[in-house]
C-alpha cells in the first residue's frame, strides 16, 4: 500500500504500522461495525475499503457515524461474527454496556465487548458532500479479544445472506421500492436453510423491523 506508507511517513512514530491483513480485511469491503464517538459511543455497520492500495471508509450524510468522524476524525473497526448484532447496530443502538473502551494515543476509545478483534483508525483527507464523508485510514492500534478471538473461520452462507438481507432492508426504508423486499426474502430463505440459531434469530428481529 504506497499511499498508505507515504503517510506513516508524514505523519512519523505517532502511528503504529498495523498489518491490517492480520485482522482479515483485505482486498474488496470488509463488512465490519465501526463504533464512534469518545463521549457518547455508537454503533453501525460500516464497509473497510481496500481498492488499488488505497485504505478508505464512505459514510452516509448524517449519521451517527458520519458526525462522529467528522467531529472527531476517529473510528474503531470491530470484527464481529454474529449476524444478530449487525442488525440490531442498524437499526438500534447499542446500549452502553455492551461497549469497552482501549487507550491509544492518549485517548479512550470505545469498542464491542463482543467483537473478536478490532483496528483503530485515524480518518485523513476527509471530503465531505451532500451525500456522503470519505476519508482515508490509518490504522492506529489493534488488538485481539482473547474471549472472543476465533481461530478457525468457516465461510457460513447463512451470516452472509443476513448481511445482504440488511442491506436491502437499508434501500427499502431509505427507497421504499418493493423489489428489495423480495431480495430480503430471498436471503432470508437462504438464512434459514444454511445459517443456525444465531443466523434465524437476527432474520427474525429484521423482518419485525420491517413489519413497524
Avoid at 78 to 106: G, K
Avoid at 113 to 141: G, H, R
Wanted: proline share 4%; glycine share 6%.
Amino acid at each position: 500500500m504506497t499511499k498508505l506508507l507515504s503517510e506513516y511517513t508524514k505523519y512519523g512514530s505517532k502511528f503504529s504500522t498495523v498489518d491490517i491483513s492480520t485482522f482479515g480485511i483485505l482486498e474488496g469491503i470488509s463488512e465490519t461495525i465501526v463504533s464512534t464517538g469518545l463521549e457518547y459511543p455508537n454503533a453501525a455497520p460500516i464497509g473497510i475499503i481496500v481498492r488499488d492500495g488505497r485504505l478508505f471508509v464512505r459514510l452516509f450524510r448524517g449519521s451517527h457515524t458520519w458526525a462522529n468522524v467528522l467531529k472527531e476524525g476517529y473510528m474503531a473497526a470491530n470484527i464481529i461474527y454474529n449476524p444478530l448484532l449487525f442488525v440490531r447496530s442498524t437499526f438500534f443502538d447499542l446500549e452502553p454496556p455492551e461497549f469497552d473502551y482501549v487507550t491509544a494515543h492518549r485517548l479512550k476509545f470505545p469498542i464491542l465487548k463482543e467483537a473478536a478483534a478490532w483496528i483503530i483508525f485515524k480518518c485523513i483527507s476527509v471530503i465531505n458532500t451532500d451525500q456522503s464523508l470519505i476519508a482515508d485510514l490509518i490504522p492506529m492500534n489493534a488488538g485481539f479479544n482473547e474471549m472472543n478471538k476465533m481461530n478457525i473461520l468457516v465461510p457460513n452462507r447463512g451470516f452472509n445472506a443476513v448481511l445482504e438481507a440488511t442491506v436491502h432492508a437499508t434501500r427499502y426504508q431509505l427507497s421504499g421500492d418493493k423489489k428489495y423486499l423480495k431480495l430480503i426474502q430471498h436471503y432470508a430463505n437462504l438464512a434459514s436453510k444454511c445459517g443456525g440459531e444465531n443466523e434465524k434469530r437476527a432474520m427474525k428481529l429484521l423482518h419485525e423491523v420491517l413489519e413497524r
